[in-house]
C-alpha cells in the first residue's frame, strides 16, 4: 500500500546536469521513471536500522514528496515537499503494514495512527485502516516482474472527523519490496479523484537513466491537459 499525501528540506538534494545527489552519508539504490511525469529515487542510510529506506519523488517542478519506509512498508514519515507539514508513525501500531504477511497469504490489512504535525508542533492524529490483496494478475515491466495488488484504505482525520477513501490497483515489487501506484480512485469531501499511472523504466548503479532527476514518461500530456484548463 502506497498514499502519496510533510517536513524535510529540499536543500540535501542536488540535481545538476541530470544527475541526482542524495543527502550524505546516503546511497541510492534505484530510480524509477513513472508513466505520470514523476521520477522517484530509493536510498539508504549508513547508520540507519537495517531495511529502512527513503523514497523521493521528482515531478517536472522538483522534488515533491519524500517517505521513509522500512522493509515491511510501514510508513515511518512522509512529507510534501516544499511545506512544513509532515506525518509521523505512531507506534507500535493496532496492525502495522507487513509485505511478508501479503507475499506470505495474499492479503495483507492494517490499522495505524500517523501524527500530524506543521512547522514541529503536532497538529492532529490520523487513523488509516485497509486492506492489500495479490490478485494473482503478474506482469513484467522493463524486466522487472511485478505484482498486481488490489487495495482499499480509510483516513480518517482526528481534527475534523472528515474521512478518505481510496482504493483501486497498485503493482508490488518482491525484489526491491516496494509498491508502485496503478489505476486509483480517491473519494473526500464529496470529491471523486481518478489516478492512472504505472513504473516505466527501472534503473539500478550502472544502468541508463540511474540517478536521472529530470522525469521523461507522461510531461507532454499533462502539459496538455493543462493548457486545455479555462479555455472556452
Given at each position: 500500500m502506497k498514499w502519496f499525501a510533510v517536513v524535510f528540506t529540499v536543500a540535501p538534494f542536488a540535481a545538476t546536469a541530470g544527475t541526482f545527489t542524495p543527502p550524505k552519508g546516503c546511497t541510492v539504490y534505484l530510480t524509477v521513471q513513472m508513466s505520470s511525469c514523476r521520477?522517484?529515487?530509493h536510498w539508504t542510510c549508513a547508520g540507519e536500522p537495517e531495511g529502512n529506506h527513503w523514497a523521493l519523488t521528482i515531478d517536472a517542478d522538483g522534488p515533491s514528496y519524500l517517505q521513509q519506509l522500512d522493509n515491511?512498508?510501514?510508513?515511518?514519515?512522509?512529507?510534501p515537499l516544499p511545506g512544513d507539514y509532515k506525518r509521523t508513525l505512531r507506534?507500535?501500531?493496532a496492525d502495522p503494514n507487513s509485505m511478508t504477511e501479503l507475499f506470505k497469504t495474499g492479503r495483507d490489512d492494517f490499522d495505524?495512527?500517523?501524527?500530524?504535525?506543521?512547522?514541529?508542533?503536532?497538529?492532529?492524529?490520523e487513523h488509516i485502516t485497509g486492506f492489500d490483496k495479490l490478485t494473482?494478475?503478474?506482469?513484467?515491466?522493463d524486466g522487472e516482474e511485478l505484482l498486481v495488488t488490489e487495495f482499499e484504505f480509510t483516513v480518517e482525520s482526528g481534527l475534523d472527523g472528515q474521512t478518505s477513501r481510496t482504493y483501486g490497483n497498485q503493482y508490488v515489487s518482491p525484489?526491491?519490496?516496494l509498491f508502485f501506484q496503478g489505476r486509483e480512485t480517491e473519494e473526500v469531501g464529496g470529491e471523486t479523484y481518478q489516478y492512472d499511472e504505472k513504473p516505466m523504466l527501472f534503473s539500478e548503479p550502472g544502468e541508463a537513466g540511474f540517478l536521472a532527476d529530470k522525469p521523461e514518461f507522461g510531461?507532454?500530456?499533462m502539459m496538455s491537459s493543462l493548457q486545455g484548463v479555462g479555455r472556452g
Open positions: 521520477v522517484e529515487q515491511e512498508f510501514r510508513w515511518l514519515q512522509n512529507s507506534q507500535p501500531e495505524f495512527e500517523q501524527t500530524v504535525s506543521r512547522g514541529g508542533a503536532p497538529v492532529t492524529t494473482g494478475t503478474k506482469v513484467r515491466i525484489k526491491f519490496r510531461c507532454d500530456q
